[in-house]
């Protein structure tokens, strides 16, 4: 196919208000008579309310409202509703260090803050249950009481005959592998604007990466009709899955709100994102693969505990969406998932960029080195024995279209020098290399029972036009994906675009910004609508040209009919259609992901992914013995993108990806002592710098078969999801040493040094 | 506790009434309506609230507004002049430098007081001056590109 | 925060005058970069900061002629690490002074900051203690001077009297057989230091054996230390592998360290054998080098 603007490394269409500092950001916004609302929190992790004091922040000057759970509704909210499980603010427990309290508004931040500090709250101390073991044992405190106990959900998943398939086969690994709680730090804070105007609308700006869901949450949870809200974004400083569910600060602010009569704005602090701002779910995997002589693997069983925190949120669909990536990473015959959620007295998780799946593809990727190791083959050769090349359905219903897990092993196994490497004689350093392969969806999900999107465009006779669509940018890119594939539909260049996509009042319906779901989903959108303009302005020119709409060529902001020489520019016709002949041009597109056949949300399963895709990564380090520091030399990712639609922009996604992986494997962890977070700022929880960082290369695999844009698939979230067991892999090549637990941290190195000695 | 204080922005004198409570940053955002400075932690850890005082590279989260007084400041908004971007900013647009953007005024505030410090800095030291601007986004790779991009637009600029 | 008065002085008898007042709700503020996430953070509450910003002379850092180093104690560590002056006479502490923090913090914080806000994990004290310097200390009207490493007294404490300021640092000269490093556990990442060592030593000219060595330890102790017991194993010796082996684990019987966030106290250890191997393998190739020529 031959294109002018999909493909290209073109720069973003928003690079230049970002690096001018024009670019507002919802904590940029001001407004008149704006006030600072701020959040009392719970100070214990498990505590009966019995009583509140407010007198004295309600007597500060320059307060103008304090509440607490009397003073808004008492609805509990989750994300999905029939589990829902979480107050506005606490009136009788709290359940983790941070709970909301009680609010304040007032004039400023400092005067907020003293207010807050004046309320006086008397708790009862109730014991508090921090290890998801603990929570299971018979007797744990209840994290809820109302529940029989802090288990909360459960999954399981069967295919196949995996005892039998275990008892048979040749050679069997097993072993248990622990993740924990990972921060998104997104370097703009979670924050929001409420305010209410005089016909009893709710207009909340907040960095939201679903505002469309999240107005719809908000309704939910202060009982009011969803039309009488809308949520308008800004420009975003990062998402990562942290803003995809509502976050109780919204209807703080909205009720602070109402009682003030006027907007009111809610920031949190670094230490609040942290110990507030939710994280990537724990998980304990006890896995067991099993696989025949020749390296087929015939079974792979799986349990998982996860750690919810205190609360739901997003911790039942994330891990039922860890169980299809699971059934889905190569095609094996018998697969037993189980899982289960646990409340535990602590911060919740919720999604966080691959969902679920990082963590489980540090359990199946580890093991499948274990398991190559104890049959004494290569690992990659193993991977490339099984890999997931079938253009069919998998043994648990997978619909694979297109797949180029074979090419992306070849291509990073190749970039890395994997056989050279691995061969080499040692020579005093402790260097090894390692790999890892994943899958994710490369389309975001049916799981809502349906899966589709829209977008708007229209042409202005004054030479711009303008994109509607729900494919909210939180710094992923979005927008400049949208543009380029409108601008490539429609024969104009880049710059002509203008996209919209901040507003729930502007934009059609939408699911969100998640699960790499955007360039497919309203990508596919935007090409209809860009297709329905091109046709109406076709039909426009042909009238004026007095020519056949099917003669009519638009190329590169040009429109002629075939075979003439005379070229116009498009916006003159534009302007000709719409002031000389009165007729408007505009396109409208959809695009519905059809469900397959007999779908229904209980037994989808993986059958809820309209567009897999795969990768590898493989990764070079080196140990040093004296301080068990790991650092990561290099690597090399290898990912398919179907159709590439912008070079820069898909690399700059699968980097960013590695570096947080790299946090993910080697420095990231939210340390707790008796719940309470111990390490609340960037000094003491480390994400990369720019010193940590490896070479990287990146290999972008194109790909057949998908019904993306332009055949483009979404790489927002896999270039994350293989780098943690690409790490774990290569320490293991370089010091025989398999480590079981993420973070792997230098004490943890040496540790093992010592006893390997 | 209020106090008087003259500031220079961007080549703006100011002269305004100040609370000793308030940093640079505050000053900055709240005052001036410069909110092209971003706090992403307020403790000097994450390089967001990056400007250049008389030159020199300061965390304005850590700043108090009146250590600031007479003193000239530079901040993001006053990098580009009359709609011609400043050579480190075309250098983060065409590398791809940017993502959220949220960290981008303090990388490219940064990035320029390296330079003019260094004009000629090897990739050591570029990783060096910039190990105090978190990003979360980027990953890095393509902001070390755009600084050597930049270190080549700032070298052909002066031969000009 | 809570409100509070900020004062410039403009002289030091001034600035020591308004920090006697106030009964010890009242301090200097140098660069700001610890005070400000004291106060913003960790609860700490003042009536009054008093700048430094205007004081003359406080800023001071030259070479004196007998080769010694002065630094004003609100020189910036930008400043120092940056001063070419420093980079020749005294390499090992612009090296340290370039470990602190960011670019950007070091525009700011100061060198007197550092020391004065006394973290057993200041950056710049164990190269200071081992190069033998001194703090000038002032209450407007004189001085008295005390050697730094008796200047901390605990986390966060130190010898200065209310009414009292750091004025300056004096480094004794580094003779041409002396050789100085830090080593900070590290140092990709801003951190706060895990573990820092520095050596300070002097060889028999044309040897590698130790005339004099001073070994102190960071982030080990309430306050930065020397790790004595060490320094007389090596003094007078020929400094070997062997015995660099040794004076390393040595070093690690002179700390105590506590287990915190940032690393354990047992993996404290660890470090302070490696730093103490890697200081004093510097020290021992820098020597054998010298011997060579
Ligand atoms: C992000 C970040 C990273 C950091 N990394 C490091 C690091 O890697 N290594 C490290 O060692 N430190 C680090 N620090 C701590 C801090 O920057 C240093 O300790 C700095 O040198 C303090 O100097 P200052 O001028 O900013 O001190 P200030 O904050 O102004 O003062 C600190 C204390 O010293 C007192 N004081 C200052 N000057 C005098 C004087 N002349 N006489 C008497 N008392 C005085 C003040 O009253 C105050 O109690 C870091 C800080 C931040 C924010
Ligand atoms: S906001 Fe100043 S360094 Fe983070
Ligand atoms: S671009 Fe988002 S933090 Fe750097």
New interface residues.
């Given amino acids: 196919m031959s294109t002018c603007i999909i493909g290209k ?1 073109l ?2 269409v ?3 208000p ?8 919802t ?2 916004l ?1 407004m008149p008579g704006l006030l600072v609302g701020k959040i009392l929190r719970s100070p214990h992790a498990h505590a009966r309310i019995k009583s509140i004091d407010t007198s004295a922040a309600e007597q500060l000057k320059g307060v103008l409202a304090v509440i607490t759970a009397k003073d808004v509704p008492d609805g509990l909210f989750s994300f999905y509703q029939w589990l829902a499980d979480k107050n506005i603010l606490c009136g009788e427990t709290v359940r983790y260090i941070g709970d909301e309290v009680a609010a304040v508004a007032a004039v400023d931040d ?1 005067t907020a803050e003293e207010a807050v500090s004046l309320i006086k709250v008397d708790y009862e101390l109730l014991p508090a249950v921090f290890d998801v073991h603990a929570a299971l044992e018979p007797g744990a405190p209840l994290v809820h009481d109302d529940k029989e106990s802090n288990s909360t959900w459960s999954v399981e998943r069967l295919f196949g005959d995996p005892d039998k398939a275990l008892a048979e086969c040749d050679f069997v690994v097993e072993g248990t592998y622990v993740t924990h709680a990972q921060a ?6 979670s924050n929001c604007i409420a305010k209410w105007d005089e016909k009893d609308r709710l207009t909340i700006w907040t960095n939201a990466q679903a505002p469309h869901t999240q107005r719809q949450e908000v309704a939910r949870i202060l009982g009011i009709p969803r039309r009488n809200v809308r949520v308008i974004n800004s ?4 998402g ?1 899955g942290s803003k995809l569910v509502m976050d109780v600060k919204l209807p703080i602010a909205s009720v602070l709100s109402r009682l003030t009569g006027r907007p009111v704005r809610i920031v949190n ?3 609040e994102e942290f110990t507030t701002g939710k994280t990537r779910y724990p998980y304990t995997m006890s896995l067991k693969t099993g696989a025949m002589k020749d390296g087929r693997i015939v079974v792979r069983d799986l349990t998982v505990i996860g750690d919810a925190g205190a609360y739901h949120d997003k911790g039942p669909a994330t891990i039922n969406f860890s169980s299809m990536m699971f059934g889905t990473l190569y095609d094996v015959p018998n697969i037993r998932f189980q899982a289960q959620m646990v409340y535990t007295n602590k911060e919740m998780g919720t999604a966080f960029r691959g969902f679920g799946n990082p963590q489980l593809t540090f359990a199946t990727e580890s093991q499948l080195d274990e398991l190559a190791h104890k049959m004494g083959i290569d690992p990659l050769d193993l991977r490339l024995r099984n890999s997931n090349c079938s253009m069919g359905t998998t043994s648990c219903g997978a619909e694979i279209c297109g797949c180029a897990m074979t090419e992306c092993m070849e291509a990073a196994s190749e970039a890395i020098e994997w056989s050279q490497k691995k061969a080499r004689p040692s020579d005093g350093t402790l260097r090894g290399v390692g790999l890892a392969n994943m899958v994710h969806t490369g389309g975001g999900g049916r799981f809502y029972g349906y899966n589709s999107a829209e977008a708007f465009i229209k042409l202005s006779d004054e030479g711009t036009v303008t994109l509607i669509t729900s494919a909210l940018d ?4 979005s927008h400049t994906t949208m543009a380029q594939i409108a601008a490539e539909e429609l024969g104009v260049s880049l710059s002509d675009i203008n996209v919209l996509s901040h507003d729930t009042e502007l934009t059609p319906y939408d699911l969100g910004s998640w699960g790499s779901r955007a360039t497919f989903m309203d990508g596919n959108a935007v090409q209809a609508a860009a297709r329905d303009a091109r046709a109406a302005l076709a039909e426009a020119a042909a009238e004026m040209l007095e020519a056949d709409p099917a003669d009519i060529v638009i190329e590169e902001s040009k429109v002629w009919v075939k075979g003439s020489s005379e070229k116009h520019d498009l916006f003159e016709i534009v302007d000709h259609a719409v002031n000389a002949h009165g007729i408007p041009i505009s396109g409208t597109g959809q695009f519905v992901d059809k469900l397959p056949e007999g779908y229904t949300i209980p037994t989808a399963f993986a059958k809820n992914i309209p567009c897999f895709s795969f990768g590898t990564q493989a990764v070079e380090v080196e140990v040093d013995p ?2 068990g ?1 790991v650092r990561v030399l290099r690597v090399v990712a290898a990912h398919e993108t179907g159709t590439t639609i912008n070079q ?2 898909s ?2 996604q699968i ?6 992986g790299i946090g993910f494997a080697l420095m990231e962890r939210l ?1 707790r002592q008796e719940g309470k977070v ?2 609340d ?4 929880y ?8 490896p070479e ?1 290369e990146t290999i972008l695999v194109e790909s057949v078969g998908t019904k993306g844009p332009f055949g483009a698939k979404g790489i927002g979230e896999p270039g994350l999801v293989p780098t943690a067991p690409a790490i774990a892999n290569a320490v293991f090549d370089a010091i025989g040493v398999r480590f079981h637990e993420l973070p792997i941290t ?2 943890m190195v ?1 540790e093992a040094l010592k006893e390997t000695r | 506790m209020k106090q008087e204080l003259l500031i220079t922005v961007n080549g703006d004198e100011h002269h305004l009434l100040v609370d000793t ?1 308030r940093t640079l940053l505050d000053v900055l ?1 709240d005052d001036l ?11 000097g ?2 390089g ?1 609230c990056t400007v250049l005082l008389d030159g020199e590279p300061v965390n304005s989260c850590l700043t108090l507004a009146h250590e600031a007084a007479g003193r000239d400041v530079l ?3 006053g ?2 002049s009359g709609g011609v ?1 400043h050579p480190v ?1 075309q250098a ?5 430098a ?8 303090g990388m ?1 505030m940064t990035t320029k007081a390296l330079l003019d410090r260094n004009p000629d800095p090897t990739r050591e030291e ?3 001056g ?2 105090g ?12 590109e755009a600084v050597e991009v930049a270190q080549c637009l700032l070298a052909e600029e002066e031969l000009v | ?1 809570k ?1 509070f008065e900020y004062k410039r002085p403009s002289s030091l008898e001034e600035a020591c005058t308004m920090l006697a007042a106030q009964d010890g709700r009242v301090k200097a503020l140098a660069g700001g970069t610890d005070l400000l996430v004291q106060m913003k ?1 960790g609860g700490l509450e003042l009536d009054a900061l008093v700048s430094l910003r205007d004081v003359p002379g406080l800023d001071a850092l030259h070479l004196e002629e007998d080769g010694s180093l002065i630094m004003g104690s609100a020189t910036p560590l930008g400043a120092i690490e940056n001063s070419p002056d420093v980079r020749r006479a005294f390499p090992g502490i612009a090296e340290a002074a370039s470990f602190v923090g960011s670019m950007q913090v070091r525009s700011r914080a100061t060198v007197g900051g550092n020391l004065c806000n006394a973290a057993p994990s200041a950056d710049t004290a164990p190269i200071l203690i081992a190069c033998g310097s001194t703090a000038v200390i002032t209450d407007g009207q004189a001085d008295r001077t005390v050697l730094l490493e008796d200047f901390f007294s605990g986390p966060g404490q130190t010898v200065l009297g209310p009414g009292e300021l750091l004025r300056a640092i004096v480094v004794p000269p580094v003779p041409e057989t002396g050789f100085a490093k830090y080593c900070k ?2 140092r ?5 230091c895990t573990v820092g060592v520095a050596v300070y030593s002097d060889f028999v000219p044309g040897s590698a054996v130790v005339r004099d060595l001073r070994l102190a330890l960071g982030a080990v102790a309430p306050t930065p230390i020397r790790a004595r017991a060490a320094e007389a194993m090596l003094v007078g010796q020929e400094l070997d592998e062997a015995l660099t082996d040794r004076a390393s684990l040595e070093a690690v019987a002179d700390a105590l360290p506590i287990s915190d ?4 106290a ?2 404290r250890k ?2 302070v054998e ?1 730093l103490s191997r890697r200081a004093l393998t510097a020290a021992r190739a820098w020597a054998e080098r010298g011997a060579v020529a």
């Fill in positions: 490394g720069p973003r928003d690079a230049v970002k690096v001018t500092g024009a670019a507002q950001y904590v940029d001001k400092d998104h730090t997104c370097l703009e804070t420009y975003m400083g990062g990562f602090t670094r230490s939180m710094g992923q890119g004296e301080t520091q820069t922009m690399e700059g980097e960013g990806s590695i570096a947080q340390v111990q390490n700022r960037f000094l003491d480390k994400i990369p710098n720019i010193g940590d960082m990287i230098r004490d040496l | 409570r955002r309506g410069l909110t092209g400075t971003k706090n992403g932690c307020g403790a850890e994450c967001a901040t993001i908004e990098l580009s971007l900013q983060f647009v065409s590398q791809g940017i993502q959220c953007g949220f960290c981008t005024p490219v570029i990783l060096a910039l190990r601007n978190l990003c979360r986004c980027t990953g890095y790779v393509k902001i070390v | 925060m409100p953070q556990s590290f990709s990442a801003m951190d706060c966030l940032r690393a354990s047992a993996y660890v470090l490696v």
